[in-house]
């Protein structure tokens, strides 16, 4: 059981350089998320997708894109990376609205 | 906005500790309630959750209460093993647009020792 599956799991990044955080899920799910979560603190919703061809921002949305061509992709993509992205991102799924999220295993990312 | 405090870490007890690790809310409204835990190498996986007041969610020998007349959710075991050393998250869900977003705690790291 894949589950949820985030590549890289670490990467260090010079500032302005971009790159693409990717996450699939294999569970057919409709609903994905994006978190980040920086040290000692909880994890802050970037961006969501209710269904493929649907994204909306969350609460910490600037500086990222998403895309969902697919039901089993959402990459996130940071377009001129900044120290302040420095982070841990998540990658979430769940079923529908109000079942379950299944999380991936997270990417450090660290801006230099 | 709705938020999550978690007690601070890191926890240290040895096995067979009774845990306790306390965590409280601010909303409007009544969210559902969780507890996730993160073990070392993987993701965030869902431990036990709570719809409604006075509701208790249970997994794997933990246990946490839906108190509304606190706004607390505290988490229990009694009795700990090393394989429960983690990190642990509250949570709360609240409506953003079409989904429901999860509000986290700040986490916990717990330790058990042998």
């Known amino acids: 059981n894949a589950g949820v599956t985030q590549t890289p799991k670490f990467r260090i990044l010079k500032i302005g350089q971009s790159m693409t955080l990717q996450c699939t899920q294999d569970?057919?799910?409709?609903?994905m998320y994006w978190y980040r979560q920086d040290p000692g603190m909880g994890l802050k919703l970037i961006y969501y997708?209710?269904?493929?061809?649907?994204?909306d921002k969350g609460e910490v949305p600037n500086g990222y894109n998403v895309s969902r061509s697919t039901t089993e992709d959402f990459p996130l993509r940071l377009e001129l990376a900044a120290p302040s992205q420095t982070s841990v991102y998540f990658c979430?799924?769940?079923?529908?609205?109000?079942?379950?999220?299944?999380f991936g295993q997270g990417t450090r990312l660290t801006v230099v | 906005g709705n938020s999550v405090t978690q007690m601070e870490g890191p926890v240290t007890l040895s096995e067979e500790a009774f845990l306790t690790i306390n965590c409280t809310y601010t909303?409007?409204?009544?969210?559902?309630l969780f507890w996730y835990v993160q073990y070392p190498g993987e993701g965030l996986q869902l431990l036990l959750k709570?719809?409604?007041?006075?509701d208790k969610g249970s997994n794997k020998g933990f246990e946490a209460t839906y108190r509304k007349e606190t706004t607390s959710f505290h988490l229990e075991k009694g009795s700990v093993q090393v394989s429960d050393s983690a990190v642990y998250f509250c949570?709360?869900?609240?409506?953003?647009?079409?989904?429901?977003?999860?509000?986290f705690g700040q986490g916990t790291r717990l330790t058990i020792n042998p």
């Open positions: 979430a799924s769940s079923r529908d609205r109000d079942t379950e999220a299944f």
């Open positions: 569970m057919n799910h409709n609903y």
């Open positions: 997708s209710v269904g493929a061809g649907i994204t």
């Open positions: 909303a409007t409204g009544y969210p559902s």
């Open positions: 709570a719809t409604k007041a006075d």
């Open positions: 949570a709360l869900s609240e409506p953003e647009g079409g989904a429901q977003k999860l509000v």
